[in-house]
C-alpha cells in the first residue's frame, strides 16, 4: 500500500500567498524594486518551509507499540513514536496518525520536538469493536515546521497483525448460571444406556431424573469435556436482516467465551464445536488465551457440526 506525499497550504500560507503575489506584482507594474524584493522574499520562505519539511519527512521513522493482549470493546493505549535518523537536525512540529485495516485513525498524536538520534513515542486510546484479525498498516506523519505556511504529510508502512479477541460477555449470568448448574449437576460416573450396555448397571434413580436410561462407567474416575456449540451458520433475523442476525452472533460469541472462561476456572475441561471446526477441550485458566483465540478466528459459513459421541456433554450457545 504505497500512497504519494500530499501537500497542502495552511489558511495563514493562503493569506502570506496572497500578499506576496500583491507586493510582487505591484513592483513589477510600478518597477519597485523594493517591493519585488519583499514580494520574492515571502515566495522565498514558502519554497523554504516545503524543503524544511521534505527534509524533516526524509529524516524520520515511524514506531507503533501495541499491548500484547487487545479485548472487544476494552480500551487499550496503542503507542505511536517517532526516530529522528539525523545526526545534527532536531525536528519540530509532526503530527502522526495511524491506519488500521485502510482507516485513517482520527487520534492524531503530536510532537512539538525530536531531538536529533532520539525517539519519543506517545499514546491513543483506541476501542476496537469488531473481533477476529486487525492490521495495522502504517501512518500518516504531517509537518508545517519552520512557517506554518504548508502542510506536507507522507505516508509510511508500518505493518503489523493482531488478533483482537471477544469480549467476555458479562450480561448473560442467566444463562451462564443455567449451563454451569447442568454441568455441576451431572454425573460424570454415569453414561446414556447404549444397545449392549448389561441391564444390571443401569442407574435407575439418574435416568428417572434426566429422564433417559442412565448406566454406570467401567471407571468411575473418568472426566467427561464439556463442549460449547456455537451455530455460526447466519441466517436473516426475523425483525432487521442479516444485520441483526450478524449482531446476535457477536453476542453468542461473548457469552459462549465468559462461560468458558468461568467453567475453566471450576477445574472443567472446556471444547468449542462449530459447523466444520472445533477446538479440542483444553483445562486450566493458563489456556484460557487458545479459546479466545479460537473464537477470535471464527466466522460465519454452512457445513456440518464434527459428529460426536453420545457420550459427549453438549452445551447449545444461543441467546
Known amino acids: 500500500m504505497k500512497k504519494d506525499p500530499r501537500f497542502s497550504i495552511t ?29 520574492s522574499s515571502i515566495i522565498l520562505m514558502i519554497l523554504m518551509s516545503i524543503i524544511f519539511a521534505v527534509i524533516t519527512l526524509n529524516s524520520i521513522t515511524p514506531v507503533r507499540k501495541v499491548p500484547r493482549t487487545l479485548v472487544c470493546y476494552d480500551p487499550c493505549l496503542v503507542g505511536l513514536g517517532i526516530t529522528n535518523n539525523s545526526s545534527f537536525l532536531s525536528m519540530y512540529s509532526l503530527k502522526i496518525k495511524d491506519v ?13 520536538k525530536v531531538a536529533s538520534l532520539d525517539t519519543q513515542i506517545t499514546y491513543y486510546r483506541h476501542a476496537f469493536v469488531q473481533r477476529g484479525r486487525i492490521r495495522f ?16 504529510s507522507r505516508y509510511y508502512e508500518l505493518m503489523e497483525e493482531h488478533l483482537v479477541w471477544p469480549e467476555k460477555d458479562r450480561s448473560g449470568l442467566k444463562i451462564n448460571s443455567r449451563a454451569i448448574s447442568a454441568v455441576q449437576d451431572l454425573d460424570f460416573s454415569l453414561k446414556p444406556f447404549r444397545p449392549g450396555d448389561h441391564m444390571k448397571f443401569i442407574h435407575w434413580s439418574a435416568s428417572f431424573r434426566s429422564n433417559r436410561l442412565m448406566t454406570r462407567r467401567s471407571s ?11 451455530d455460526n451458520r447466519i441466517i436473516p433475523h426475523p425483525q432487521g436482516g442479516y444485520i441483526r442476525a ?5 453476542k453468542v460469541i461473548s457469552i459462549t467465551t465468559g462461560l468458558a472462561h ?6 472443567y475441561e472446556v471444547g468449542i464445536i462449530t459447523r466444520s471446526s472445533y477446538l479440542t477441550p483444553v483445562a486450566g485458566e493458563k489456556n484460557y488465551y487458545r479459546i479466545q483465540v479460537f473464537l477470535s478466528k471464527i466466522e460465519s459459513g454452512d457445513g456440518f457440526f ?14
Request: aromatic share 14%.
Open 11 to 39: 489558511p495563514v500560507g493562503v493569506i502570506v500567498l496572497i500578499c506576496a503575489v500583491i507586493l510582487f506584482s505591484a513592483g513589477f507594474f510600478y518597477l519597485n524594486h523594493g517591493l519585488i524584493i519583499l514580494g
Open 137 to 152: 498498516e502504517g501512518v500518516w506523519i504531517s509537518t508545517v515546521f519552520p512557517f506554518n505556511l504548508v502542510k506536507i
Open 100 to 112: 488500521h485495516n485502510q482507516i485513517s485513525i482520527d487520534k492524531p498524536c503530536y510532537f512539538f
Open 246 to 250: 450478524f449482531d446476535n452472533f457477536e
Open 220 to 230: 468411575r474416575n473418568q472426566l467427561q469435556p464439556v463442549w460449547l456449540r456455537i
Open 306 to 319: 464434527p459428529k460426536m459421541s453420545p457420550d459427549d456433554f453438549i452445551i447449545n450457545m444461543e441467546l
Open 262 to 267: 468461568e467453567l475453566l476456572s471450576l477445574g
